[in-house]
């Protein structure tokens, strides 16, 4: 097991934290741009050694431009199945990214706010994260990043076309907005949900789960983003999500409320069922844990488990999830021991309400 994984169990990035605007119901937004480099071949035509020379190459370019504070750069070729599926779970990596055999990597910043990965389905995938809705300050930091490894990189650009990608959706800016919501009211209200639904598709905007694309909304968390980039500008694209993401907060707000007001003794006992459960379990599954998780992080905004930080519940998503889990443990473990140390991890965090 690597030892800097160590480090990655002792903090968790700042998109994380909590008190940030909106965070009630929005968890974090992320920007990400598709680069590729000029006179190489897309990834999906790449020959080996050329994505090993490509990558080398990108590692000492990135690393040199200053597209962030205190830089890492991990080659991901070099990672244990352990390693891949922790940055996956930080949002570092994407899941196409973390099974890749070439030579491929991911950069990032001190607090994990901005982050390259390299020979994914482009050569570049820059991201910005940032806690709550943020589009303005993350699509400024987004600049600040691309700008710079644009002073040392030779991007693949069409006059007429714009940035050009692998995947044609991405051709133009490149520009991939999106914003993670927790939905638990609306979970409840299959009408109002189906109402947000078909509200995001007339905007061109998808609704995904909690990992993007072909993933499925675990505990009521969901990423709402752009669809087509060719022929729009990157302001237009925020302007999409800066005009839906009002709506999706009211309404799971006005959900919230009226189970508050209308069935207020169900909703508690969905709560403190799911805080006592965490609290005492001695095994208990990922897709448990989010799910009791998604219910104490509603109580918690509405006042309902005011001994709890949303801080400690935002942090304990990401941390019981198996790559953590393991990495804790300093080894591989198999479903059943890592479902033991999750219950564990639970039970010293939220012992007795001390949350904080």
């Known amino acids: ?27 974090s937004t992320r920007i990400r741009l598709a680069r590729n480099v000029s006179g190489y071949p897309f990834v999906g035509r790449l020959k080996e050694e050329q994505a090993t020379d490509l990558a080398k190459d ?71 994260l940032l806690s709550g809705l943020a589009l303005d300050a993350a699509w400024e930091r987004m600049d600040r990043a691309d700008k710079a490894l644009g002073e040392r990189i030779v991007y693949a650009f069409h006059a007429e076309f714009g940035y050009l990608t692998a995947c044609p959706t991405n051709v133009g800016t490149g520009l991939r907005v999106s914003v993670m919501v927790h939905l638990p009211g609306l979970g409840m209200a299959e009408r109002e949900m189906k109402r947000v639904f078909n509200a995001a598709a007339k905007t061109n905007l998808a609704i995904r789960g909690l990992h993007g694309e072909g993933t499925r909304a675990t505990g009521d968390f969901y990423q709402v983003s752009n669809q087509i980039t060719l022929g729009r500008s ?84 990401v941390l019981t999830q198996p790559g953590h889990v393991q990495a804790r443990a300093g080894k591989e473990l198999v479903e059943a021991e890592r479902d033991v140390q999750r219950a564990a991890l639970l039970r010293r965090v939220l012992d007795g309400g001390n949350g904080k």
């Not at 160590?6 to 119901?25: I, N, P």
């Not at 990108?58 to 070099?78: K, M, N, V």
């Not at 508690?268 to 989010?290: V, Y």
């Open 58 to 128: 990108l590692r000492e370019r990135i690393l040199g431009s200053g597209f962030a504070e205190e830089p890492t750069y991990l080659p991901l070729r070099e990672a244990s199945k352990v390693c891949r599926e922790l940055l996956l779970e930080r949002h570092l990596i994407s899941r196409e990214l973390a099974g890749a055999k070439w030579e491929r990597g991911v950069a990032f910043g001190r607090g994990e706010t901005v982050g390259v990965m390299v020979n994914e389905e482009d050569h570049l995938r820059v991201q910005v």
């Open 234 to 317: 990157e302001l237009e694209i925020l302007e999409d999500l800066r005009r839906m993401i009002p709506h999706i907060l009211k309404y799971e707000r006005d959900v919230r409320s009226h189970l508050l007001k209308d069935q207020r003794s169900s909703l508690e006992d969905k709560i403190w069922r799911a805080i006592g459960l965490l609290r005492s379990a001695r095994s208990i599954t990922s897709d448990e844990a989010i799910g009791h998780l998604s219910a104490v992080r509603l109580g918690v905004h509405l006042g309902l488990l005011p001994e709890l930080d949303a801080g400690a519940v935002n942090r304990l998503l």
């Open 1 to 27: 097991m690597e030892p800097y994984l160590k480090t990655f169990t002792d903090r968790v990035g700042d998109w994380l934290a909590a008190g940030s605007a909106e965070s009630d119901v929005v968890i």
